[in-house]
């Protein structure tokens, strides 16, 4: 057997080099580097931060209860917010009402349920969703919601990118309708 060293193996030096230090473990404190600190965004960019800030509009009640009317002809909407690159909508459903089996083309979204009880038929089936109950979509995520119950509902949508076309889907799948938003 040959005792000379392999030449594959890395050198091993009797004096390592010691790791650099960075800014926070020289200072310790986190507050104490200003320059490493992220401001707070203004608006949201994860899917994580549109949740928040779907919960966060869900919870100020004042803030959007008195806009809500209900209209048996059609479904009632308003925009609650715009920023950039996303929008928010306020919705509501009296007994019966639905979307219509859609996607929201490229933008994906979050679902938040305020008041009442609305069904998303999805490809899983039918799942009820209760005041406070949140969906978030991927672009071209196919589903319809209905409110089934007797009471009216009351839903905030918030689209990031903000919503520019909502392709409707029929009973035929030889059909598709593009409708703008």
Request: hydrophobic share 40%.
């Amino acid at each position: 057997m040959n005792s000379a060293p392999n030449a594959l193996a890395p050198a091993v030096s009797a004096t390592a080099p010691t790791a650099v230090e960075s800014d926070l473990q020289i200072a310790g404190d986190i507050l104490s580097v200003q320059h490493l600190l992220q401001p707070a965004r203004e608006h949201p960019a994860t899917v994580a931060e549109f949740v928040g800030l779907a919960r966060e509009i869900a919870a100020d009640r004042a803030g959007w209860e008195h806009l809500v009317r209900y209209d048996a002809t059609t479904r009632w909407y308003h925009r609650l917010r715009t920023g950039p690159g996303y929008e928010v909508w306020l919705l509501s459903w009296v007994p019966g009402q639905g979307s219509g089996r859609h996607d929201h083309g490229d933008s994906a979204g979050v679902l938040t349920v305020l008041d009442g009880e609305l069904t998303e038929h999805g490809a899983r089936g039918p799942l009820s969703l209760g005041p406070g109950a949140q969906r978030v979509f991927a672009p071209g995520y196919d589903h319809e919601v209905v409110n089934d119950t007797l009471d009216g509902a009351v839903s905030l949508h918030v689209y990031f990118p903000g919503l520019t076309e909502m392709p409707m889907r029929h009973c035929s799948p030889a059909r598709e309708d593009h409708v703008p938003a």
